[in-house]
C-alpha cells in the first residue's frame, strides 16, 4: 500500500504539472487574442498610473450647521463619524433609517 502511493505520487505530480502548463498555454493564448493591453509584450503587467484611487472623496463645501446645534457637540459627531469602519457606518445607517 505505502509503495503503491509513492510509485503514483511522480505520475499524479507530473500531470498536475501538465494541466497547469496547459492551462497556462491557453490563457496566454486567449489573452493575445483579445489584444488587451493589461499586458507588456514580454509578459509583465503594464502598470497604471493614470487611474485614480478608488477611495478619493468628493469635495463638499463647508456649510453652516443648523441654529440650535452647539460646535462642539457637531465637532464630536464629525469625529465619531469620521472614525466608523463601513460595517459600522452600514449598522448607523440602516438603524437611522429603519428608526424613520
Do not use: F, W
Amino acid at each position: 500500500m505505502c509503495c503503491d502511493v509513492v510509485e503514483s505520487s511522480p505520475n499524479e505530480l507530473a500531470e498536475y504539472y501538465q494541466k497547469l502548463l496547459n492551462i497556462s498555454d491557453e490563457l496566454e493564448k486567449k489573452r493575445k487574442a483579445e489584444g488587451t493591453t493589461a499586458y507588456n509584450p514580454d509578459g509583465s503587467a503594464v502598470i497604471r498610473t493614470t487611474m485614480p484611487p478608488e477611495n478619493v472623496l468628493k469635495r463638499v463645501e463647508y456649510e453652516e450647521p443648523p441654529k440650535g446645534i452647539e460646535a462642539e457637540t457637531l465637532i464630536d459627531v464629525m469625529r465619531r463619524l469620521h472614525s466608523l469602519t463601513a460595517a459600522e457606518m452600514r449598522t448607523l445607517l440602516k438603524q437611522v433609517h429603519q428608526s424613520g
